[in-house]
T-cell receptor, first 112, second 112 residues
Framework: KAGVTQTPRYLIKTRGQQVTLSCSPI?????VSWYQQTPGQGLQFLFE???????NKGNFPGRFSGRQFSNSRSEMNVSTLELGDSALYLC???????????FGPGTRLTVT | GQQLNQSPQSMFIQEGEDVSMNCTSS?????WLWYKQDPGEGPVLLIA?????ELTSNGRLTAQFGITRKDSFLNISASIPSDVGIYFC????????????FGTGTSLTVIP
């Protein structure tokens, strides 16, 4: 069974731009969660989608948004990028949100 | 937000030694997950725990769900160089819905 895939693996953007990251969950998994990982703050929960609906949202500004498609693939978007948005963005999938979560390799975003 | 206290922050051990790390919370948890993360990669799920008192092994790794449901322990026996990495605990508590909270990580260095 293929694991969680994330594209792209690396991105360099300029402050003020926007970015879209993609996540394909493990086949059969309907829940996708997104996390931001930085050295200073650790792993911080962004949001969780299940069956195309956002079920949970972390404490991030509205510049961070996401969506999920009918095939469970998910995208997250960050608008008006700031230097502090530089981080490893991880998505994790699970059969349902309260079962084991499996992570993708992450997208390393650098904002200059 | 919810705080998971993970300790120790870092460990330097000789190859062959046993390792122990733990996570504690002020909230009662439904689920504990333990992950290992290598640099630049996503966390890999090691062990999942669902019941208070549960003791689960995965090769040389053993994890326990604390009786109070507020803590969890991970032990690694006979460490080897490939055990190097950062270990995270993650927990989901009764009223957190489908959101997992992560500990700050334990960095493990194994000296050959």
């Amino acid at each position: 069974k293929a694991g969680v895939t994330q594209t792209p693996r690396y991105l360099i953007k300029t402050r003020g731009q926007q970015v879209t990251l993609s996540c394909s969950p493990i086949s059969g998994h309907r829940s996708v969660s997104w996390y931001q990982q930085t050295p200073g703050q650790g792993l911080q929960f962004l949001f969780e989608y299940f069956s195309e609906t956002q079920r949970n949202k972390g404490n991030f500004p509205g510049r961070f948004s996401g969506r999920q498609f009918s095939n469970s693939r998910s995208e997250m978007n960050v608008s008006t990028l700031e230097l502090g948005d530089s981080a490893l963005y991880l998505c994790a999938s699970s059969w349902d949100g309260d079962y084991e979560q499996y992570f993708g390799p992450g997208t390393r975003l650098t904002v200059t | 937000g919810q705080q998971l206290n993970q300790s120790p922050q870092s460990m330097f051990i000789q190859e062959g030694e046993d390792v122990s790390m733990n996570c504690t919370s002020s909230s009662i948890f439904n689920t504990w997950l333990w992950y290992k993360q290598d640099p630049g990669e996503g966390p890999v799920l090691l062990i999942a725990l669902y019941k208070a008192g549960e003791l689960t092994s995965n090769g040389r790794l053993t994890a326990q769900f604390g009786i109070t449901r507020k803590d969890s322990f991970l032990n690694i026996s006979a460490s080897i160089p490939s055990d190097v990495g950062i270990y995270f605990c993650a927990g989901q508590f009764v009223s957190s819905g489908n959101q997992f909270y992560f500990g700050t990580g334990t960095s493990l260095t194994v000296i050959p």
